[in-house]
């Protein structure tokens, strides 16, 4: 039993520094901590590790023993343990990274009650020999909680389905008394239902926050030289900023990083395929140096807490939205201003289509799967605001945000009925002339009338569509038929990915259906969508996430250096000290003494009373 008090807003001041619970934090906090069930459903950024840590604390200091946090990640694990202890909260992980000494000294003091938070990977937690722990600490009234994290990976439907979390029913069943708050940032009502059918959440609350992230800007552009475009946009926008930049294969990502690193951008490559050792020192070098831009597939990102992510970057198309949700969020979780880019073409679209199709799912799978890729398309391909497309996909409403590409430099459109009749015609024809089926570079070509040797093949110059869009650029035809594709009125199919129609396409070619489309666009002019004519990068040097003037930037800069020896002594990420906002408001308000610089947020007791008289000399001498 602890002498400090258990009430939340309490442990939020003393622990973490901050003033003030956000949205529905305090909601969550209270039903937790009075042995409610929970599903929780809150942005990257939003703060959701607070929602179990100070139920796990509070729940401690009235002497309910040890919460579990079911982590899929060894390295979230670590950051997060080292994160609590630097905030005096005294918890652990249990993984193949301890020694058979360690891991019997982290269970010693899980048994003794004396663990506030015990991390561990579910096939840990579900193990014969674990669970005969937990049997003991539950018989002794020694088990409090337990946080299920990244929980959207116990449903098929989620975008990182892990059959090994399929296993965590069994707490429910055999600790009835425990309660569970289960936390994913993105999951729309399909992934939902599956997590609280598979984890037996059926009488927890269900708690949804805004999936807004007003502080990402959001911008998708058509694929012309997508290298190029990645550059332009890093160094127009992100000189010297922190980014991740998502590939779809290893030997792409490979290829990307050393480009980049050619480029004078530090990139480094991450994917399945490397080496565990290599793939540990580049996430650990992106986690703990500034401006490492991380070139990588989707096996990199989970659980990485790296708060001034300053972009995402695709360089091609999710598999859907909630993929895409969950990647972007990794950028601006510390609330300053970040970008959501992505460059995409029709062969992403082909590509998709065709990884779906020839997966061994079920039918009843892959058509899920490709409802999702249709609304991501449907995204990409929007004329009106990003974000409201992308928030009504979850359930929210919302207006115009003003902040994303559509909103800053709003699209042009064209009627594009025409041109989709002449594309939906030449594929018919090319069915009617002996039942063949080709794709879409000899569709554009027959169109535009290009002899090839396939057209001469094929006799295709005899056609009535022959040439019929000689008018168009490749380009426009791409953008028509990548349009028409995500409508839904043209499919691919078969190994080859040929061209087909679609039943909704012949009301297309009646004419009883216009279609507006977007123009191709053109790559923005250096600065054009900068929020306020200011980029947050290339200064040679680190911007703030707040305003300062020059004495105060260079007050922060050398917190920075100061917090960057501190870690390295530590052996954490620089953020698990401070995060740049705390810093930045420290360089800011240039407090005097102990008690002013208690009051910044982000400042918990326990730093106050580690760092805040070397804090203060700092200060002094900047």
């Not at 401690?60 to 694990?77: F, N």
């Not at 029709?346 to 590509?351: G, I, K």
């Not at 559509?406 to 024809?429: E, F, H, Q």
Request: charged share 25%; glycine share 8%; aromatic share 8%.
């Amino acid at each position: 039993m602890s002498s400090h008090p258990a009430v939340p807003i309490q442990i939020l001041q003393e622990v973490f520094g901050y003033p003030a619970f956000r949205g529905a934090q305090a909601d969550i906090v209270d039903h937790v901590v009075a042995a409610g069930d929970a599903l929780v459903l809150m942005p990257t950024g939003g703060g959701k590790s607070l929602c179990y840590q100070i139920p796990a604390i509070a729940r401690h200091r009235t002497g309910q023993g040890v919460t579990v946090v079911v982590s899929p990640l060894i390295a979230l694990m670590h950051d997060q343990v080292g994160a609590l202890e630097e905030a005096g909260v005294h918890a652990a992980f249990l993984n193949s990274t301890l020694s058979s000494d360690q891991a019997s000294h982290v269970e010693r003091e899980m048994m003794g009650g004396r663990l506030v938070m015990l991390y561990a990977a579910p096939e840990r937690i579900t193990n014969p020999r674990f669970l005969a722990q937990l049997d003991s600490l539950y018989e002794r009234g020694l088990l409090s909680l337990f946080a299920i994290d990244e929980a959207h990976c116990v449903s098929q439907w989620g975008h990182d389905f892990r059959s090994e979390y399929l296993a965590l029913s069994l707490l429910h069943e055999r600790y009835p008394e425990v309660p569970r708050i289960a936390l994913t940032a993105t999951a729309d009502e399909l992934t939902r239902a599956d997590i609280i059918e598979r984890l037996r959440l059926e009488e927890a609350r269900i708690f949804i926050s805004s999936f807004d992230r007003p502080n990402i800007r959001y911008a998708i552009v058509e694929k012309d030289k997508p290298r190029e475009q990645l550059l332009r946009f890093i160094q127009d926008e992100h000189a010297d900023d922190a980014g991740v930049v998502y590939c779809q294969s290893r030997k792409k990502v490979e290829e990307t990083a050393a480009w980049l690193e050619a480029e004078g951008i530090k990139a480094l490559p991450y994917h399945a395929g490397l080496d565990a050792a290599v793939r540990q020192r580049h996430q650990d070098r992106f986690l703990r140096e500034d401006s490492i831009v991380m070139v990588a597939t989707i096996a990199f990102g989970m659980g990485i807490d790296k708060p001034d992510v300053r972009f995402v970057a695709h360089l091609d198309l999710p598999k859907n939205i909630e993929s895409y949700y969950q990647e972007t969020g990794r950028a601006g979780r510390d609330g300053a201003a970040a970008d959501a880019w992505m460059t995409y073409g029709l062969a992403d679209v082909v590509n998709q289509r065709r990884m779906i199709d020839e997966s061994p799912a079920g039918e009843e799978f892959k058509k899920g799967q490709r409802g999702k890729l249709d609304a991501l398309l449907a995204l990409a391909e929007a004329t009106d605001c990003r974000r409201v497309r992308l928030l009504s996909y979850f359930g929210e409403m919302s207006t115009a945000c003003g902040n994303c590409d559509n909103c800053l430099v709003p699209p042009a459109t064209w009627d594009g009925t025409d041109a989709a009749r002449k594309l939906l015609s030449c594929i018919y024809r090319f069915h009617q002339n002996g039942g063949q089926r080709f794709g879409a570079g000899h569709l554009i070509d027959v169109l535009r009338g290009k002899v090839t040797d396939k057209v001469t093949q094929y006799g295709h110059q005899t056609l009535s569509t022959w040439a019929i869009g000689a008018d168009l650029p490749e380009t426009q035809w791409r953008a028509v038929l990548r349009q028409l594709i995500a409508l839904g009125h043209v499919f691919t199919e078969g190994e080859y990915q040929t061209l087909a129609l679609a039943d909704s396409a012949r009301s297309v070619l009646k004419g009883e259906v216009q279609l507006l489309l977007r123009v191709p666009s053109v790559a923005p002019k250096k600065g054009k969508l900068s929020r306020g004519g200011s980029k947050p990068g290339g200064s040679g040097r680190s911007t703030a996430p707040v305003d300062l003037d020059e004495a105060a930037q260079a007050r922060f800069e050398q917190l920075k250096a100061w917090r960057a020896e501190v870690a390295k002594e530590h052996g954490l990420p620089a953020y698990v000290i401070f995060q740049n906002v705390t810093l930045a408001e420290m360089a800011r308000q240039q407090p005097q003494s102990l008690d002013e610089l208690g009051q910044i947020s982000g400042v918990g007791a326990k730093k106050l009373e580690a760092y805040g008289a070397e804090i203060l000399r700092v200060l002094d001498d900047a």
